[in-house]
């Protein structure tokens, strides 16, 4: 059975920083984009970013873009979302998800697993 297990979240002043993890068991997604979403009280699923395979393409959403960095390892099966200069309108619960396929998007449909949420609650 597939699993994204996300953890690092939390509450944390404006200003500040947390590394969110996904990890993943049940097959390898050496060969998978993995991506980022969130979604706030009210709100549909945004896309935040998205990291091919290699590590070597990525994609933010301008609404984080400089402040949050997408990583991975592909020897832990787990990847990451570096987030700093955090922001009252970043809370959210933030969501780990992986494609079947290599190629990048930004569309939650596409994404075939999801981990069940970690909230990130930013305090001004």
């Known amino acids: 059975q597939v699993q994204l297990v996300e953890s690092g979240g939390g509450l944390v002043r404006a200003g500040g920083s947390l590394r969110l993890s996904c990890a993943a068991s049940g097959r390898t997604f050496s060969s998978s984009v993995m991506g980022w979403f969130r979604q706030a009280p009210g709100k549909g699923r945004e896309f935040i970013a998205a990291i091919d395979w290699s590590g070597d393409n990525t994609f933010y959403a301008n609404s984080v873009k400089g402040r949050f960095t997408i990583s991975r390892d592909n020897a832990k099966n787990t990847f990451y979302l570096q987030m700093n200069s955090l922001k009252p309108e970043d809370t959210a619960v933030y969501y780990c998800?992986?494609?079947?396929?290599?190629?990048?998007?930004?569309?939650?449909?596409?994404?075939?697993?999801w981990g069940q949420g970690t909230q990130v609650t930013v305090s001004s």
């Open positions: 998800a992986a494609r079947r396929t290599n190629t990048l998007s930004i569309t939650p449909i596409n994404y075939d697993y």
